[in-house]
């Protein structure tokens, strides 16, 4: 069982570049999520999606983009890469709403660097 | 908005002495999670608390929800050098998301 993977792992940038982040859940959940974490610093919620089709913004949705057009995958789209954007970015699933208490799944994490 | 605060931000320990973490929420919280990183890895889930006044065990780990929902406490006992990591409370509250704690750190020397 997979649970929740995400590509690439490591990833450079030049400013200005462009790239998907791709997440794909195999346990039917309906909730995913987008997260960064900047060196030492929390969790913050980027966008999250409640079902195939809905996505809604999280603490900090600036400079991304999400689809959601299948339960299983979750890409997230960095348009114009700038050095704010250098972090690590996990994705995560729920069955249900985390807010609900339900667990949240996270995948292994992306290590994105913007040069 | 709602806000998550863990104290303290980060915590030095030697092998086999207790250790600590509070979380405080600005809100009332419907539950609490608690999650683990460990350095270079990625969040996982320890423990759901629900009830006011609630406290779970997990073998040397002790986590309590306060009366009032709005803190937690996650307590480990003879810490070793196993439990290095970041641990992360995360509330559900008047916001439809699972608001993540700002972390505390654990080191362990042996």
């Known amino acids: 069982n997979a649970g929740v993977t995400q590509t690439p792992k490591f990833r450079i940038l030049k400013i200005g570049q462009s790239m998907t982040l791709q997440c794909t859940q195999d346990?039917?959940?309906?909730?995913m999520y987008w997260y960064r974490q900047d060196p030492g610093m929390g969790l913050k919620l980027i966008y999250y999606?409640?079902?195939?089709?809905?996505?809604d913004k999280g603490e900090v949705p600036n400079g991304y983009n999400v689809s959601r057009s299948t339960t299983e995958d979750f890409p997230l789209r960095l348009e114009l890469a700038a050095p704010s954007q250098t972090s690590v970015y996990f994705c995560?699933?729920?069955?249900?709403?985390?807010?609900?208490?339900?667990?949240?799944?996270f995948g292994e994490g992306s290590w994105l660097t913007v040069v | 908005g709602q806000q998550v605060m863990q104290i303290p931000q980060y915590q030095h320990v030697q092998e086999g002495e207790d250790f600590t973490t509070y979380c405080n929420s600005s809100t009332t919280l419907s539950n609490i999670q608690w999650y683990k990183q460990r350095p270079g890895g990625h969040p996982v889930f320890l423990i759901q608390l629900v009830k006011s006044g609630e406290v779970k065990k997990q073998k040397r780990l002790t986590f309590q929800f306060g009366e009032a929902k709005k803190n937690s406490s996650l307590h480990i006992t003879a810490t070793q050098t196993t439990d290095v990591g970041t641990y992360f409370c995360?509330?559900?509250?008047?916001?439809?998301?699972?608001?993540f704690g700002t972390g505390t750190l654990l080191a362990v020397q042996p």
């Open positions: 999606s409640v079902g195939a089709g809905i996505t």
């Open positions: 995560a699933s729920s069955r249900s709403s985390g807010h609900s208490g339900n667990t949240i799944y």
């Open positions: 995360a509330g559900g509250g008047a916001t439809n998301k699972l608001i």
């Open positions: 346990m039917n959940h309906n909730y």
